[in-house]
């Protein structure tokens, strides 16, 4: 060859050559998954799939979409692997269609409702490329019906929708979810979803009585035809193992017209730590209808750094009995008519979720979020008070971090009376209150380590005082220092650990339906329920089915 000849010429022109070699094949490798996809999918939709559904990296629009519902930026970092496209089905058959297909192409599909998932587990993989995010943005609708006492609610849409299209039509009717209004319903109900109506209610799956799925053939299930297994299994099990939720139908609850909502804070100084630690004997205890978090952080006192514990209350009644209630049993918090806000239901939803006071309901339509961080978390459940002198240690620990935050979560009253195994959420009775711990940053990889390392060595502070066998942590709340899945065909073993911590001996269960309605494992991610190997389920599991059931 003539350019051969001239070495000069031949070193400029090998790496061109090698350049647009590779990305021409990468180039022509998406173009054609993109293209076959698209193309599977109308021959397998009732539907057809119109071109702007799809979105890939080269569509300006590509990065506003994949980051529009992504809570946690530090899985939006380039370092992070991307998606070959996003595809936002507009009808359940497209749902359908998209599982069919990725299927049949090979495609790891991750599935997007809210985008809160705390490790990104909806629109980042780092286990498998390539993938495709399937995003339900567009699938939000929101059907009340206050006769039957019941909605039927698209995944795609935010409890914040549901809360304001069931207030829209009656402000004596409710429902128990979580506390952040742009949480999709999609992810967050799936995975249990506690609020401050969870004492007297119980989780937003206690409040399910039917659901359509997409399963791993690409059918449409409703509850009876999925059968009480898998019902059973998607009312806690978590997002993204069992197939893909379209619809919940709720059980509303009934709200009264006038609620109660404060706010109190206490610093170190005004006797915060004696404080809280009375809050641990009663937060548990206290009348149904009362809900009492506690939001701590470190705030500035003076020059001085001081510890900061907010009591962020909702109860379900008018400001005099709640000074009743609060009288009798937790007076050292000194709560006052004048601190006390009686309001509507939906409007103590806004005020909880921290909107500014007089926002107006509609806010809740924009399912906006007002939480968009990088961060990290964890989880734990705490079974006796934690001593003083296990709080002032805690509390020099969160000196050490620059954004550190806790939000103490008090269980009890119907979280209590419901048995750990009527839904895969295990951490019921004996629960006083759930902590969760988070540290939040800015831009930039060097911090990330700083405030992991710490969220890690406070994590091990807690051990003493904290659930054991198992170390029990909120689903809802993944953590993917408690193991994860290597790849799609890991083995269930390895699972057992950060199984038996987020669904204590509902594990069991759950590997049980997984390795009957997805035994190939279609929807997996990190933390997916692994099914069982056939051989290996005949092995350890044939003679016997204990711990199975
Ligand atoms: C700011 C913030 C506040 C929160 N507050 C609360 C709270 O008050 N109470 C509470 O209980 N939790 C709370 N959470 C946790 C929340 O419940 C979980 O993150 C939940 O998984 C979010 O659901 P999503 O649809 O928004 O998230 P996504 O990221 O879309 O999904 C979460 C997981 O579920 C899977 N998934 C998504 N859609 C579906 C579907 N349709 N079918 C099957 N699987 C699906 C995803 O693949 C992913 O694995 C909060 C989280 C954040 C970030
Ligand atoms: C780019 O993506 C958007 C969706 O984000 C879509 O509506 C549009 O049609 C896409 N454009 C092209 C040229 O594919
Ligand atoms: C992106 O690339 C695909 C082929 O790879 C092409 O079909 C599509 O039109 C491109 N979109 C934009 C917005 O350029
Ligand atoms: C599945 O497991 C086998 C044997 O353990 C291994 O060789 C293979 O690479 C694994 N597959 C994937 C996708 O990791």
Known sequence: MMVSTNPKYKSFVAPL?????????????????????????????????????????????????????????????????????IFTPLFDSHVQSAVICSKQLRIHLRVRSGGHDYEGLSYASEMETPFIILDLAKLRSVKV???????????????????????????????????????????HITGGAYGSMMRKYGLGADNVVDARIVDANGRILNREAMGEDLFWAIRGGGGGSFGIILWWK?????????????????????????????????????????????????AANGGQKTVSTAYNALFLGDASRLLKVMGENFPELGLTRKDCIETSWIKSVLYIAGYPSGTPPEVLLQGKSTFKNYFKAKSDFVKTPIPETGLEGLWKRLFEDESPLMIWNPYGGMMGKISETEIPFPHRRGVLFKIQYLTTWQKGEENQDKHLQWIKKLYNYMTPYVSQLPREAYVNYRDLDLGINKNSNTSYIESIGWGTRYFKENFG?????????????????????????????????????????
């Open 17 to 85: 050559f090698l350049v647009f070699l590779l990305s021409s094949s990468s180039w022509v490798d998406s173009f054609s998954l993109e293209e076959s996809f698209l193309q599977c999918l109308n021959e397998n939709s009732q539907f057809s799939v119109p071109y702007s559904s799809f979105c890939a990296p080269n569509n300006s629009t590509f990065n506003a979409l994949l980051q529009s519902t992504a809570q946690n930026l530090r899985y939006l970092e380039p370092s992070v692997p991307k998606p070959l496209f």
């Open 145 to 187: 019906d206050i006769d039957s006492n019941s909605a039927w609610v698209q995944a795609g849409a935010t409890i914040g929708e549901v809360y304001y299209r069931i207030a829209e039509k009656s402000k004596v009717h409710g429902f128990p979810a979580g506390l952040c209004t742009s949480l999709g319903v999609g992810g």
């Open 250 to 298: 709720l059980n509303l609850v009934p709200v009264p017209s006038t609620v109660t909502v404060f706010t109190v804070a206490k610093t170190l100084e005004q006797g915060a730590t004696k404080i809280l630690y009375k809050w641990q004997q009663v937060a548990d205890k206290l009348d149904e209808d009362l809900f009492i978090r506690v939001i701590i952080n470190v």
């Open 509 to 549: 269960r759950l590997l049980r339906v997984k390795t009957k309605v997805d035994p190939d494992n279609f929807f997996r991610h990190e933390q997916s329920i692994p099914p069982i190997p056939t051989s290996e389920a005949l092995r350890s599991f044939g003679s016997s089915k204990r711990g199975f059931d």
